[in-house]
C-alpha cells in the first residue's frame, strides 16, 4: 500500500528523480492549444478532426502513448515530464506542448465516471486505487483529492485538468467502439444511439481518432518524442 505523497510520486514516476516534482506543480504549462470540443454526435464515416497536429509547434513537443489503464499512471506522466522541464531545463510553459494517446484498454480512461458507474468498468478490469492499490469503481485518471484520497498536488495531473491547461487528448476510434459496443448490449440500443450515447460520456475535449497507432504515428509525423506512457 501506497501511504506517503514521496511513495505516490515513486510509484508513478519509477524514479526517485520524480521526487522534486512537486515544488514546480504551480508553475502548470499551458500546451499552448485550447481544448477541443467532441461533437455531441459523430458518425464513424464523417472527417476526423487532425487539427491538433496542425497546432504542434513548441520546441518541446510529446506524445505518450497509454495503452493501458494502469491506475492512470500513463495520464500522470503525461503531465510529470513538462513539470521536471521547467524545473531542471528552465523550459517556458509556450516551449512545451503535450499530446496524449489513449488506445487499447486505456479507452476507459477517457471516459466520464458516469461510464464508469453505469458498466462496472472498475471491476470488470480490476482497477486499483493509484495510492491505496485497493480495488477502485472511480475512473483513476479523474481523481481528486477533496473526495478520492490522491496528494492535493496531483489533482492538476488529472485528465479534466490537462486538457483545460490545453493538453491534447485523443482517443483512439477502434477502442471506442468497444464502448459503444458495451453500452448497445447492455441498455440494448441500436448501433447509432450506443454511439450518441458513448460519445456523451466521453471526457469533454478527448478528440477521437481513427485508431490510437494513427494517432501517435500523425504526433510523431509532428514533431513529437514519443512516450510510452504504460
Known sequence: MVTTR?????????????????????????????????????????????????SIKAKHRVVVDCAEIEEGSGVFRASMWSKQYAAVMGAKPEEMQTVLVLRHNAIALAMQQTYWDAYGIGKKNNVKHPVTEQPTDRNPALLNSTQDGTPADFDAMALDQFIARGGIALGCGLAFGGCVSMIAGKDKLSADEARKKAMSLLVPGVVLQPSGIFAVIRAQQAGCLQVRGS
Open 6 to 54: 514521496r511513495e505516490f510520486i515513486e510509484r508513478i514516476g519509477g524514479s526517485a528523480a520524480f521526487l522534486g516534482l512537486p515544488a514546480v506543480l504551480g508553475a502548470m504549462p499551458s500546451d499552448a492549444i485550447p481544448a477541443s470540443s467532441v461533437p455531441a454526435d459523430a458518425a464513424s464515416d464523417e472527417p476526423w478532426d487532425l487539427r491538433w497536429a496542425d
